[in-house]
T-cell receptor, first 116, second 114 residues
């Protein structure tokens, strides 16, 4: 079945440091890929997404590129802020059509803490 | 603004009690999902529903049931709560239109079973 593997955390950085959170996946077909973020005490919010190979998703300074050849979707940010402290989840979705209903498969989550 | 609400943010129950977790969405979405979130395990799908009165088992349905009598409401039921069901429960909804099936999440219910 489908699976998503994220780098083990937690990750602790100083403000303005460069961030990479690795994500690799196993799936049949051509899934869509997502990064979700969960701020303390809240539900998950979509951070960015990519629907096909070589697509780059971006939002709030975060970027991730859909790499089919390496089955990866690594999250990057050039300069993190204290307000980026959260849990980050990589996820994939099969298509919404047919009987799949677009279910999401999540990685285990990576806790990011940014210090001033 | 899209909205998924859950009936409680925090809930404490005793072993053996019947527990109802309610989720309501105002986006007229066809699909609704229940997940549990545990440290180191990410989110795991318990049940989902693609239409009123329709339901499908997810990856970990044992010990849970669901009900969807109206399109906007999806309930998760713990028939006889056990301590290993202590967890964060997240509800989500989505629409099957288009290829990208973004899910919208509620704030979560942290359930403690004593």
């Amino acid at each position: 079945g489908d699976s998503v593997t994220q780098m083990e955390g937690p990750v602790t950085l100083s403000e303005e440091a460069f961030l990479t959170i690795n994500c690799t996946y196993t799936a049949t077909g051509y899934p869509s890929l997502f990064w979700y973020v969960q701020y303390p005490g809240e539900g998950l919010q979509l951070l960015l997404k990519a629907t096909k190979a070589d697509d780059k998703g971006s939002n709030k300074g975060f970027e991730a590129t859909y790499r089919k050849e390496t089955t990866s979707f690594h999250l990057e940010k050039g300069s993190v802020q204290v307000s980026d402290s959260a849990v980050y989840f990589c996820a994939l979705s099969d298509h919404a059509g047919g009987t799949s209903y677009g279910k999401l498969t999540f990685g285990q989550g990576t806790i990011l803490t940014v210090h001033p | 603004d899209v909205k998924v609400t859950q009936s409680s943010r925090y809930l404490v129950k005793r072993t053996g009690e019947k527990v109802f977790l309610e989720c309501v969405q105002d986006m007229d979405h066809e699909n609704m999902f229940w997940y549990r979130q545990d440290p180191g395990l990410g989110l795991r799908l318990i049940y989902f529903s693609y239409d009123v009165k329709m339901k499908e088992k997810g990856d970990i349905p044992e010990g849970y049931s669901v009900s969807r009598e109206k399109k906007e409401r999806f309930s998760l039921i713990l028939e006889s709560a056990s301590t290993n069901q202590t967890s964060m429960y997240l509800c989500a909804s989505s629409s099957p239109s288009g290829r990208v099936n973004e899910q919208f999440f509620g704030p979560g219910t942290r359930l403690t079973v004593l």
